[in-house]
């Protein structure tokens, strides 16, 4: 039989080739057809759903201050790619709007709602109001750690795939999941085990998780039986795919990865 791989989802739109969570990123994984990519939602002063993960502004663009202290007007003056290389010195900070046009439901697009330390209240509202005009609902997740906003949103719009957030274990995850109106799991790797990625799937959820960089960490999820892999480097992991698909044996493959680090 077959192996069926999980799907790759780019980090912040795959944080080793680009600065994350920038236009330019997310175009290079519309044009290698990647699964999906993932991506962090703040709200500017004036309303707008901005693309960007850390409100702190100092973090990944030449600005200071929080993003809901700005307009839009304000964040687009912005260099959200000078910090990584000059080549992408003239990337702004993306709204939601624009990622979704660029996208236009050709990949998975994992929208990670910020809503802490500060509350956007309604947030779900705005969202809603842009993933309706967009009309790609099954190719939509919406994830985040305040589940309390999950469950507002997941009311609201149940058509809609909504993912869990957790770096831990729940005592009953399907239950909580239900409570919470959540159709997919998005569990750290660390606080990952195999028991509990196929207690979720018997219960109908799907498993996405974050965030895997190295071989051994992508040949684990895999051997889990994972649904999705979101990970910084899109390409080594298509890689990684493609060669397991390819060899007889996973030692086989672990020795051919091993070998190449032994000449570098």
């Known amino acids: 039989m077959k192996r069926k791989f999980p799907r790759i989802i780019a980090h912040r739109g795959g944080r080793k080739w680009g600065p994350e969570n920038t236009l330019a990123v997310f175009s290079k994984c519309v044009d290698s057809a990647f699964d999906g990519i993932e991506l962090d939602v703040h709200r500017a002063k004036t309303g707008e759903l901005v693309v960007v993960h850390f409100d702190d502004l100092t973090k990944t663009t030449n600005g200071k201050g929080l993003v809901k202290d700005k307009s ?50 309604g947030i779900e509202d705005d969202l809603i109001e842009l993933l309706d005009d967009y009309g790609h609902e099954q190719t939509v997740i919406v994830s985040s750690f305040d589940h309390a906003f999950l469950k507002r949103f997941s009311a609201k719009a149940p058509a809609y795939k909504t993912g869990l957030l957790i770096n831990g274990l729940l005592l009953d995850l399907p239950a909580y999941a239900e409570e919470v109106g959540a159709a997919a799991w998005h569990p750290q790797f660390v606080n990952l085990r195999a028991r509990e990625v ?5 219960a109908g959820m799907e498993v996405n998780v974050w965030t895997l960089n190295e071989v051994s960490e992508w040949l684990s ?32 493959l672990l020795g051919k990865s091993k070998r190449r680090k032994g000449k570098g």
């Open 72 to 121: 839009l007007a304000r964040l687009k003056k912005l260099s959200a790619g000078a910090w990584f290389s000059q080549e992408f010195a003239q990337e702004k900070i993306p709204t939601l709007k624009e990622v979704l046009d660029l996208v236009a439901g050709r990949l998975v697009i994992n929208v990670e709602v910020k809503n802490a330390p500060d509350a956007y209240p």
């Open 198 to 202: 196929k207690q979720a799937q018997r």
């Open 221 to 252: 999820a895999v051997r889990m039986g994972v649904d999705g892999i979101v990970t910084d480097d899109p390409e080594g992991l298509r890689a990684f795919l493609d060669k397991l698909g390819s060899v007889q044996s996973e030692r086989e």
